[in-house]
């Protein structure tokens, strides 16, 4: 089931980033997803079908 994600939402991961925070914003989407850590400012890049499974809930 794809989940309706936006550009702008806050959401937590599964899995913490090496900083230690779960919560990330949404920065592109597409084919590929964008994130931005909100700890720490590090962008991550996953595609979407990793991205949907990896995202816990939408803040």
Do not use: W, Y
Not at 7 to 12: A, C, P, Q
Not at 25 to 41: H, L, S
Request: proline letters at 3%.
């Amino acid at each position: 089931m794809p989940r309706d994600i936006q550009i702008g939402d806050i959401v937590e991961l599964k899995k913490p980033h090496a900083c230690g925070s779960k919560e990330f914003t949404i920065t592109r989407t597409g084919a590929d997803v964008k994130f931005k850590c909100n700890n720490c400012g590090r962008i991550i890049m996953l595609d979407r079908e990793t991205a949907e499974k990896r995202i816990k809930k939408v803040l």
